[in-house]
T-cell receptor
Framework: QKEVEQNSGPLSVPEGAIASLNCTYSDRGSQSFFWYRQYSGKSPELIMF????GDKEDGRFTAQLNKASQYVSLLIRDSQPSDSATYLC??????????FGQGTELSVKP | ETGVTQSPTHLIKTRGQQVTLRCSSQSGHNTVSWHQQALGQGPQFIFQ???????GRGNFPPRFSGLQFPNYSSELNVNALELDDSALYLC???????????FGPGTRLTVL
């Protein structure tokens, strides 16, 4: 079992829809959770982080964390073609290491 | 702009050679981590440093080594290069809270 797992996609949504990206992790002692966006040929760009159970909103983005279920998600409201990218879930585990999932490719169709 | 820079941008080496990659972090960023990203994969954690001490290492062999310097710069050294070492190498830096980690643009290493 991988330490951080994501569906590789591609996930395709129409413009204006809500995109839902999911991530599970195996280390129950994990401390903080991150969502990064990576455009092709570029380095990852931090979208947001969360470390408490519940929701955290920033503009069109909402991160949700459920530590009991070891699950973290990212919702993108009013998706735009410019949101088309690979979304990486990363977890700071109990040992302090930043572990990434394999990424979910999102395609927003005009 | 994250304030994190890396050099060189691209590098071509041959199998068996050694390489040094460099990263310069923002002032005040005491933590730096290095990651290897193969094509189509997520970044793989190599190691991280906090205040010039290594404090975490992933599943990489000892020929991957690093240093962090007091001026917020760091190095990744790879000895005895193998073909599978071809990848994008990313450094990320952040403050002591371990929350926000910002990536540099990466160094694309090709081993022939």
């Amino acid at each position: 079992q991988k330490e951080v797992e994501q569906n590789s996609g591609p996930l395709s949504v129409p413009e204006g829809a809500i995109a839902s990206l999911n991530c599970t992790y195996s280390d129950r002692g994990s401390q903080s959770f991150f969502w990064y966006r990576q455009y092709s040929g570029k380095s990852p760009e931090l979208i947001m982080f969360i470390y408490s159970n519940g929701d955290k909103e920033d503009g069109r983005f909402t991160a949700q964390l459920n530590k009991a279920s070891q699950y973290v998600s990212l919702l993108i409201r009013d998706s735009q073609p410019s949101d088309s990218a690979t979304y990486l879930c990363a977890v700071r585990n109990q040992g302090g290491k930043l572990i990434f999932g394999q990424g979910t490719e999102l395609s927003v169709k005009p | 702009e994250t304030g994190v820079t890396q050099s060189p941008t691209h590098l071509i080496k041959t199998r068996g050679q050694q390489v040094t990659l460099r990263c310069s972090s923002q002032s005040g960023h005491n933590t730096v981590s290095w990651h290897q990203q193969a094509l189509g994969q997520g970044p793989q954690f190599i190691f991280q440093y906090y205040r010039e001490e290594e404090n975490g290492r992933g599943n990489f062999p000892p020929r991957f080594s690093g240093l962090q310097f007091p001026n917020y710069s760091s190095e990744l050294n790879v000895n005895a290069l193998e073909l599978d070492d071809s990848a994008l190498y990313l450094c990320a830096s952040g403050g002591a809270t371990y929350n926000e980690q910002f990536f540099g643009p990466g160094t694309r290493l090709t081993v022939l």
